[in-house]
């Protein structure tokens, strides 16, 4: 039935039947075959021009066929030949492919390899910026099994010389889990942030700190960061490497390499791994402060550490210069600190200068007196301080005065140098001390501790008594870098006295002061155990070196000379600087507060509810700065004469006085302020003749 069908078909329909089937030959190799039986059967029943048609179709499709079989043979044969190894045209493909995949795999490989170098190299400059060595570095086997530290498998060889052998390591020593990391850091910005910048910094820094678990204080201010923290080895990294991506709300540009980096990237951070948990801090403690250390120099006053401050020495570069002859060291430091450890140069090397110092406020008006240049005329001046924050703002201070004062220009001064890293970093260079005698006073849990080898032997003596033979001139140590021999006259070595008994002692304990100028006392455990138990009084008379020195018998004595020297500074630095001065700031809303707006250029203004017994013209000054107050009008009752806690005053420009009423509401002396502006009536006198301020 369908071939009486098929053989009845027109030859249009029979064409156009091939041509379909030729197509569906091209997609399936196997119905090509088929297709071809069949239009051959019917061919067969088939007679006249329909049948001759369709053997005609079909033979020309067969040629068609034959034609691209041996075009494809063709091609099979010259990828052969191209390609011996691959077995037909697919495979040919498959390794073209291949080769083109491998080709782009090794270009990605050389990129990737690029950016690993260039990665490798920004975390190698990171690295370099963190300093750290281990407390127990050179601690013997004996002295951690005493004081219960596990022992670490030894990285060193020893020699059999070596008196004691111990294990160290610069990085955390992770199966220690009753020890801490100490973190101790500074970093100045300029130009200052502003207030958003600030409020941003203070921010990040707690947040991240609480995230990671640190305790300790940071010193936050609009000039930088100066921290002392304490935290696992993990979280204390991990903080470092949080601040290193945080650009305080702006980048800057570096100046050796002119990209762009963030605030942070580098700080350096001096770290003290494996101190046990008792120094660890109790809680994290973010404060506000004017300056990051309180020279009186915040403000306009601040010399630019970028443009002035002193050249850095790494350690092993400010030993060799403590060396030099017409070189004079400036400890910078308080006396206190410097009582029981300073350098101690060479015969022939640079001279040692101590400021003594209660008080970082002291230093100015220290450098200013004469007495002071001359020590340091034709010298080259070093300076020190005990993580290298203090001699920032001193250095630019001297380096300032020696550009802008002429007397201080012809002094000669060689050159500013300053301690990288202070003693702390100079410590993890010079485990044996170097040039160092003492201890080196800290503001941590440690209070103060001696170089990491020479604390060892020290330990040691004290912990294994007899099991160290102490009557040998020197004992060995070894760390992880390097063997050292530490005399044992030198780790007994004690610079200092009680205060009470004059016996050497060099450890502050407790929280008694100087009871005339408040400083530490440097107080034996017998005397501070003998005023306990009340067979012995620690009374007034026991005063601190520097107090007894200088025959200072109580507060109002230091208190009339230190203003008495503060006020010759002042008013030689108001000659000076002429327009541009500004009075010390030493409250923090004279930098936090913003001026209200002063449209009508008010400079009169009225202030009330003042503390009528404790407000004078000093402590308002103080209050108002860095307003310039021209005139004060104190206000008193008509029938008594005293002051109720009323006044006017003038300032100098309207700026001011929108910075004045800015501190309305402010509590001063227990009591809150209020300030209004005050119009100044055309017929009244003001302001009043007897009512200037005497310093304008």
Known sequence: MADTDSSTLPEDTTTMKAEKQKKKKKKKHKKKKTHREDHGDCSVDMDGESGDAINFAAAALEDERDNKKKEKDKKRKRSVESHPDDDDSSSG????????????????????????????????????????????????????????????????????????????????????????TLLLFYQYVEPPWDETQFQNALSFVTKSGEKHNLTGRMRVSREGLNCTLTGSPEGIRQWCADLRGFDGGRGKIDPETGENITEFARTEFKLTDDLPAKQKFPKLHAFEVVELVNYGLAGKRAPEIAKHGGDHLEPEEYHKKMCEKDTVIIDVRNHYEANIGRFDPPEGGAKMIDPMMRKSTEFPVWLDKKETKEMLRGKQVLMYCTGGVRCERASALLKQKIETEQDTKELGI??????????????KHFPEGGLWKGKNYVFDKRFAHAPPAVEAVDRAIKKLGDEVDSSKPEIKVTGETKSVAIPVSVAEEILSRCEACLKPWDMYRGKRRCPT???????????????????????????????????????????????????????????????????????????TRKPKPNPERITRLFLKNMCAKQMNQEKLLEFLQPAKVTHIQWLTDR?????????????????????????????????????????????????????KVADC
């Not at 200088?550 to 000659?575: A, F, S």
């Not at 509590?667 to 055309?682: A, E, F, S």
């Open 414 to 427: 060689k050159g500013v140098y300053q301690l990288q890293g202070g003693i702390d970093k100079y410590f």
């Open 517 to 591: 100028c408040g400083v530490p006392s440097l107080i034996c455990k017998e005397c501070i155990e003998a005023d306990k138990a009340g067979t012995k009084k620690l009374g007034k008379e026991v005063r601190c070196d520097l107090c007894v020195a200088e025959d200072i018998r109580n507060k109002r004595d230091l208190r009339q000379r230190e203003e008495k020297e503060m006020k010759q500074y002042e008013q030689k630095l108001k000659q000076k600087l002429v327009d541009d001065y500004e009075p010390p700031i030493q409250r923090k809303h004279a930098i």
């Open 93 to 180: 493909d498959a390794n073209r492919k291949h080769k083109k995949h491998e080709k782009k795999h090794k270009k990605a490989k050389r990129k990737h390899r690029h950016e690993s170098r260039a990665d490798q190299k920004t975390k190698q400059e990171m690295d370099d910026k963190i300093v750290s060595s281990s407390a127990i570095e050179f601690y013997p086997k004996p002295l951690k099994s005493a004081l219960g530290i596990a022992d670490q498998p030894q990285s060193n060889k020893t020699t059999a010389n070596d008196t004691f052998v111990t294990d160290s390591s610069n990085s955390p020593s992770k199966d220690k889990a009753n020890t801490i």
């Open 639 to 691: 029938n008594t004469g005293k002051f109720y806690g009323s006044a006017s005053i003038e300032v100098k420009t309207a700026e001011d006085a929108g910075s004045v009423l800015a501190l309305d509401g402010t509590i001063v002396l227990g009591r809150r302020i209020h300030v209004n502006y005050q119009k100044t009536n055309p017929k009244d006198v003001w302001p009043l003749p007897n009512t």
